[in-house]
């Protein structure tokens, strides 16, 4: 399976804000996995999912109230075994 992993900076500091992104994170099916650091100056939201759906999460952010920009989003392709048995003729 092949995933996007996509980096957005958002401005997430209060526990009404963690709340709205936790609920809008559950719906969208194609989000594998998702992560935000709080720590870090970039409240950085680390998202991996099956699709680039960088825009439509910004769109979505946006109607929450919660600035975000897109850093960069990454296409991650797994490596696949070496030596397959393929059929011959």
Do not use: H
């Not at 100056?41 to 946006?62: G, P, Y």
Request: hydrophobic share 45%; charged share 25%.
């Amino acid at each position: 399976m092949e995933d996007f992993i996509i980096i957005i900076s958002t401005d997430v500091r209060k526990d009404a804000q963690l709340k709205s992104l936790k609920e809008l994170m559950n719906t969208f099916a194609e989000i594998t996995e998702w992560t935000l650091d709080l720590e870090d100056c970039d409240k950085v939201l680390r998202i991996v999912s099956n699709e680039n759906i960088a825009n439509q999460v910004i769109s979505k952010l946006f109607r929450l109230g919660i600035q975000a920009n897109v850093m960069a989003v990454y296409f991650d392709t797994p490596i696949y075994r070496i030596g397959r048995v393929c059929p011959l003729g």
